[in-house]
């Protein structure tokens, strides 16, 4: 299985920008789709997730509201559009997929959590988003 992303560049803090992941090798539906990011100097985090075989979706706190994630399962492609970015949205986008059938998971203390690193099966490389003031 192979995940390519495109889609990323520059933008001016405030506006918009798609990104995208294709998969091949593989059936979309088969797979849990995440977008961790990874700014410099900082760890890796999940953003967003969507399972297309149940049309689950999940959103971190930072980017809800903001971004929205939809597929084509017809184009084997997972969309990430994000709108009114901030500078602290700068950073190296990554999908993932997973064999796990859900986006996110009860944590002992209640919460949820998304899905962590361990458990993807397939990285994409990354594309950059940059946003500017």
């Known amino acids: 299985v192979q995940l390519v992303e495109s889609g990323g560049g520059l933008v001016q803090a405030g506006g918009s920008l798609k990104v995208s992941c294709t998969v091949s090798?593989?059936?979309?539906?088969?797979?849990?789709i995440t977008w961790f990011r990874r700014a410099p100097g900082k760890e890796r985090e999940a953003v967003s997730c969507i399972n297309t075989d149940s049309g689950t979706t999940f959103f971190t706190t930072p980017v809800k509201g903001r971004f929205t994630i939809t597929s084509d399962n017809a184009r084997s492609t997972v969309y990430l559009e994000m709108s009114n970015l901030k500078l602290e949205d700068t950073a190296t986008y990554y999908c993932?997929?997973?064999?796990?059938?859900?986006?996110?998971?009860?944590?002992?203390?209640?919460?949820?959590?998304?899905?962590?690193?361990?458990?993807?099966?397939?990285w994409g490389r990354g594309t950059q988003v940059t946003v500017s003031s």
């Open positions: 090798g593989g059936s979309l539906d088969a797979y849990t």
């Open positions: 993932a997929a997973s064999l796990i059938p859900y986006c996110s998971a009860h944590t002992e203390s209640g919460g949820e959590r998304m899905l962590l690193p361990m458990e993807i099966n397939y």
